[in-house]
């Protein structure tokens, strides 16, 4: 079983910046790919970042050049740093991890309970 605890929500003026974290404890062997998804009020759940266990990244063309999605496996913590945020981001933001409880099980993916981050004046 893997839980996600996700901080750094908070309310932020357009054009400032936040750091999300998305910590992952409980018994597992591995984390595999971790991603960040978030739903804006009224609308469905959408991705908006994902890194492998390589280190390799993906990023929604909305939040391009402006989200940097990084991960501490060491420490199983994800990161999203967020700069230049617009009222567009504002959403629920969720963190979700392809877990391992040993070796050779099957990867099984984990969601946390959310953080809200609201850009507004």
């Known amino acids: 079983q893997v839980q996600l605890v996700e901080s750094g929500g908070g309310l932020v003026q357009p054009g400032g910046s936040l750091r999300l974290s998305c910590a992952a404890s409980?018994?597992?062997?591995?984390?595999?790919?971790m991603c960040w998804y978030r739903q804006p009020p009224g609308k469905q759940r959408e991705l908006v970042a994902m890194i492998t266990s390589g280190a390799y990244t993906n990023y929604a063309d909305p939040v391009k050049g402006r989200f940097v999605i990084s991960r501490d496996s060491a420490k199983n913590t994800m990161y999203l740093q967020m700069n230049n945020l617009k009222a567009e981001d504002t959403a629920v933001y969720y963190c979700?991890?392809?877990?391992?409880?040993?070796?050779?099980?099957?990867?099984?993916?984990?969601w946390g309970q959310g953080t809200q981050v609201t850009v507004s004046l």
């Open positions: 979700n991890a392809d877990g391992r409880r040993r070796v050779g099980a099957p990867f099984i993916g984990y």
């Open positions: 409980g018994s597992f062997d591995s984390i595999g790919t």
